[in-house]
């Protein structure tokens, strides 16, 4: 039989969910997600070839980032898994927007503020965000986040009256 020490100290433990589950190449559709060369990925465009006489059906997969929406492309035997990644998405309201280009935002659910939300630069969201936060202060501003496998990025503002 097997001794164990005396003490065991676990000073961590996690119960995180998975950042990906597993799905069926055939599976996947036009305009869902997918883990393309590690990076989350939205398909833009599949293509299913027919079985040959060597082998399986094909799924040619082209998607973009969901972060930088740089192309990644990738071929999967129809049978074989693919990961997709478990995406959240949240909302916050705007409190402010500081001169160095962060966010600072208000979980509604715990009261919770952070600041470490970079403003999406030298985009058309960025642009929106920064025009809505200086000439509409009698609204409400809440900004959504996109989270998946460990990385974050402004989605969208929505304004909402008193």
Excluded: W
Excluded at 15 to 31: E, F, I, M, N
Excluded at 93 to 107: A, E, K, P, R, T
Aim: hydrophobic content about 40%.
């Amino acid at each position: 039989m097997a001794k164990f020490p005396e003490e065991v100290n676990f000073t961590t433990a996690s119960a995180d969910a998975s950042a990906t589950y597993p799905v069926q190449c055939g599976s996947l559709r036009k305009g869902g997600m997918v883990v393309l060369k590690k990076h989350p990925c939205k398909i833009v465009e599949m293509a299913v070839s027919k079985p040959g006489k060597h082998g399986h059906a094909k799924v040619h997969l082209v998607g973009l980032d969901l972060f930088t929406a740089k192309k990644y492309e990738d071929i999967c035997p129809s049978g074989h898994m693919m990961n997709v990644p478990n995406i959240v998405r949240k909302q916050y309201q705007l409190i402010n927007v500081s001169s160095d280009g962060f966010l600072s935002l208000m979980d509604e659910t715990t009261g919770v503020v952070r600041s470490d939300v970079k403003l999406p630069e030298g985009t058309k969201l960025g642009k929106e965000i920064l025009e809505k936060f200086a000439t509409e202060q009698d609204l409400l501003h809440f900004v959504s986040l996109l989270e998946a496998m460990g990385e974050e990025v402004v989605a969208g503002i929505k304004s909402i009256s008193d």
